[in-house]
């Protein structure tokens, strides 16, 4: 195990966490702990979106230092006269990173290897290894070489970023990189839910605890109810696994064969992932990246939220905003449509209307129901403005990456939405506990008690409508629009219940709505891109909402044994997080530590198990070739396979790499690309080979495997201007002199 790797990486990602309290302090100058919950992710921004300008002429080591210097400067400068931090919360925040940080490192020390099947591996190292072997941005894309990456590499550039700093071997900085997130991501949702918990009276260790614990070890309702299954006598568990579209023989548990996949697929069609198991599967995926950049997004609007009557603080919508929507979108460019309407339910839903963002001499006069028409309106040409600022901050992005993309995604309607029980399953858990929050919430109103009773009635007429017609988003996660607006509209009811608003607008929009792109038919990437956004809204909401059932910290423990229904609460709460944490966490990590050997996160791992002769060649390749020259080896007409693996674990390009390349970039192109390398392996004739070479610059032939399967026994040893450069019983690696082929 690398110890010290480990040691490394905590003690920069501390160090940066401490260097970005004074900014997050100035932006949230209430929280306790100064910020730190979100001063990490602050951080990243204020570093990256610089790094992306200045990477255009250079990118490595001095230039990341000088960026983080100047950042020091301003953050010491800003820390002048003292910090106004609460140790005690500090201490938490630290102890919820640290702890985070760990955890996730041991999951990846039992599984370290990058593997082409089961998730998108092959493609998240490879571009973090095209960006650490160039020299400038955009990376060179290492399954199409010669042309830029046409995808969304933000989270990607910050892993680069770190491994840069750390100073560490990237093939073992891939699952310290995955792990940073993890704890940038848990720690963020933590600090929410406890600052909002305070806000609120609540217990805020509670409301953080339970956030945390939503965000990081929970899963959808699947795995308890296959525990229920499991348990129950088989004619009612038939019963039960009908009711919620399961077959009965993959809803019984057997713990010797329990995968973790399942749960990630509920809804028919679509991709229902939730942290856990994203991180379990260990995919360094933009989904999984953003989620640092959404919570300072987050933390912006919350600032803007409780500045009130503070004009001036509250124009961080057009000054702090725009930078980290705009790294939302270089990180994953899903999110930034969530950006927008955040920033939107922000100005429209914030106690302060959002007119008093003018001029006092510009701004109109209105009061009553006109008021409460025009809000979302003035709100939504308030918001406008920000997203061309945003495409300014990372203009770099936009132009190399976002614009050449564009064109291959249409947006499309009426899908094919979700069967009830599916659905009930992966959102049912929030949307029960938003119910009864927002109930208890209606009935402190004046007449409170008949208005709880018609909110709860309207959703079980929802429901009944849900079923008879399959509309079951707008059915179950319609009325908490609905309610939920109109609780902020009548009283303070907190950043939460805006948080609640907007996750189930996104899951009711995705019924309806959705991108379609080459990556799925259909709505299949929409609903999993925008349900991993929506669990990490809900994940906050659901931890205040959750502290808000349990005792205020002032009572004490006999009144709790006296009050039954306080008790009940306490009962249901604890219930319900264990039902989502325990069942699949502890048989998904008994299963994953079963099989673990010694630990390690060594990202050649896999390919040394069971890909020797590949994996010596391809660590050759890594330590003995400087730079990016272009390789050619055989392209992959499937993806998820074991293909062009010399690219894709070393970041060296090849001409045609996998499939995957073909829905970003010109698929002619790429098809022309694929024939002309199978033409250059099998041609008899070794000056149209050499035409070939020429034609697309190759330094490198790669022979392996694959590569005789396809094309039979070949050398090209005897022909001018090629040498073998490395050889062993599986692999050939040839040298290719343009020189000589010239000559």
Not at 242 to 250: C, I, M, N, T, W
Request: aromatic share 12%; with cysteine.
């Amino acid at each position: 195990m690398e110890y010290a790797v480990v040691l490394v990486w905590w003690v920069l990602l501390v160090a940066l966490l401490g260097l970005g309290v004074p900014v997050a302090s100035r932006l949230l100058p209430d929280a306790r702990d100064g910020g730190a919950f979100v001063a990490l992710p602050l951080v990243v921004v204020c570093v990256t979106v610089p790094v992306l300008w200045l990477g255009r002429v250079s990118f490595g080591l001095p230039m990341v230092l000088g960026v983080l210097v100047v950042f020091a400067g301003v953050s010491l400068w800003l820390a002048r006269n003292g910090l106004d931090v609460e140790r005690r919360a500090l201490a938490a925040t630290l102890g919820v990173f640290s702890v985070a940080f760990l955890f996730l490192i041991a999951v990846r020390a039992a599984d370290p290897g990058v593997y082409a099947g089961g998730g998108e591996k092959f493609l998240d190292y490879g571009l973090l290894r095209s960006l650490l072997r160039g020299d400038a941005l955009p990376p060179e894309d290492f399954w199409f070489a010669g042309e830029h990456v046409v995808y969304y590499y933000g989270g990607h550039l910050v892993a680069a970023i770190f491994t840069t700093l750390a100073g560490t071997d990237p093939r073992f900085a891939y699952g310290p990189a995955l792990a940073s997130f993890y704890a940038m991501a848990v720690t963020a949702v933590f600090g929410f839910g406890r600052e909002l918990a305070r806000h609120r009276g609540y217990r805020p260790l509670a409301g953080g605890v339970l956030a945390a614990l939503l965000f990081g070890l929970a899963s959808n309702l699947r795995p308890p109810v296959r525990v229920v299954v499991t348990l129950l006598p088989d004619g009612v568990g038939h019963w039960l696994a009908d009711l919620v579209g399961v077959p009965y023989s993959k809803a019984v548990i057997d713990p010797g064969t329990f995968s973790y996949w399942p749960a990630s697929r509920v809804i028919p069609g679509t991709i229902n992932e939730f942290p856990l198991f994203a991180y379990l599967n260990g995919d360094l995926h933009a989904h999984m990246m953003s989620v640092t950049v959404l919570v300072a997004a987050l933390a912006v609007l919350y600032a803007y939220w409780r500045a009130e009557r503070a004009w001036r603080r509250r124009l961080l919508v057009y000054g702090a905003f725009p930078p980290v929507l705009g790294l939302l979108l270089a990180t994953n460019t899903w999110s930034f449509p969530t950006g927008v309407g955040l920033a939107w339910l922000a100005l429209a839903l914030a106690p302060e209307p959002p007119w008093t963002l003018l001029p006092a001499r510009v701004r109109p006069s209105l009061a009553g129901v006109r008021a409460e028409i025009v809000r979302p309106i003035v709100a939504l040409l308030l918001v406008l403005p920000a997203v061309p600022l945003a495409l300014a901050w990372t203009w770099p992005f936009v132009t190399s990456v976002l614009l050449a993309g564009a064109s291959k995604q249409t947006l499309a309607v009426l899908p094919e939405r979700s069967p009830l029980g599916p659905f009930v399953l992966v959102h049912g858990a929030f949307l029960a506990t938003f119910a009864a929050y927002l109930a208890r919430k209606t009935a402190r109103d004046r007449d409170g008690r008949v208005l709880a009773a018609a909110v709860i009635a309207a959703l079980l007429a929802f429901a009944a409508f849900g079923w008879l017609f399959d509309l079951v988003g707008l059915a179950l996660a319609g009325p908490l629009v609905a309610v939920g607006w109109y609780v902020l509209r009548r009283r303070d009811a907190g950043y939460e219940t805006m948080l609640v608003v907007a996750g189930a607008g996104l899951v009711v929009l995705v019924e309806f709505a959705y991108l379609n792109d080459a990556a799925g038919a259909g709505r299949f990437n929409t609903v999993f891109k925008t349900y991993a956004q929506v669990w990490v809204l809900w994940a906050i909401a659901g931890g205040v909402a959750l502290a808000g059932f349990l005792p205020h910290a002032r009572d004490r423990l006999d009144s709790l044994r006296a009050d039954r229904a306080t008790a009940l609460r306490v009962a249901l709460v604890v219930l319900l997080v264990c039902s989502l944490c325990v069942p699949y966490a502890s048989l998904s990590l008994s299963r994953h530590f079963a099989d673990m050997g010694d630990p390690s996160l060594d990202a050649f791992e896999t390919a040394e198990d069971y890909h020797p002769h590949e994996a010596a060649a391809i660590e050759w390749m890594d330590e003995n070739i400087d730079g990016q020259p272009t390789i050619v080896s055989r392209p992959s007409s499937d993806i998820y396979q074991w293909a062009n693996p010399a690219s894709s674990l070393t970041g060296i390009p090849t001409v045609a790499g996998w499939v995957h390349a073909r829905n970003y970039h010109d698929s002619a192109v790429y098809d022309r690309r694929a024939r002309d390398v199978n033409f250059l392996y099998t041609l008899d004739s070794a000056e149209s080979r050499a035409v070939l070479l020429d034609y697309y610059d190759v330094q490198y032939i790669y022979y392996g495997p694959l590569e005789r399967d396809a094309y039979g026994s070949v050398s090209f040893a005897s022909e001018p201007g090629i040498r073998v450069a490395y050889e062993n019983e599986g692999v050939t690696v040839y040298a290719v002199n343009q020189s000589a082929l010239a000559a």
